[in-house]
C-alpha cells in the first residue's frame, strides 16, 4: 500500500470534534488519527461480523 492518502472533508459538529479532540489527546494521537483510528476499527468490526471488503480497481 503507498504512504499516500487522499484528502477528504468531513462535517461533523462542534461538540464531536471537540470530544474527538479529548480522545486523541489521552491516546497521544492527532485529532486526524484518531479518526483514522476509530475508522479503521469501525471496518475491521464490520468485517469480522460480515466478511473481509475486497478492493479492486473497479471499486474504488
Known amino acids: 500500500m ?5 484528502p477528504f472533508s468531513l462535517r ?6 471537540a470530544k474527538i479532540k479529548v480522545i486523541a489527546v489521552r491516546n497521544k ?6 479518526m483514522e483510528y476509530a475508522l479503521e476499527q469501525y471496518v ?3 468485517e469480522a461480523r460480515h466478511e473481509e471488503i475486497m478492493i479492486d480497481g473497479d471499486n474504488l
Request: glycine share 0%.
Open 29 to 34: 494521537r492527532s485529532a486526524n488519527k484518531e
Open 12 to 17: 461533523i459538529s462542534e461538540e464531536l470534534l
Open 44 to 46: 475491521k468490526d464490520f
Open 2 to 6: 503507498a504512504n499516500y492518502y487522499t
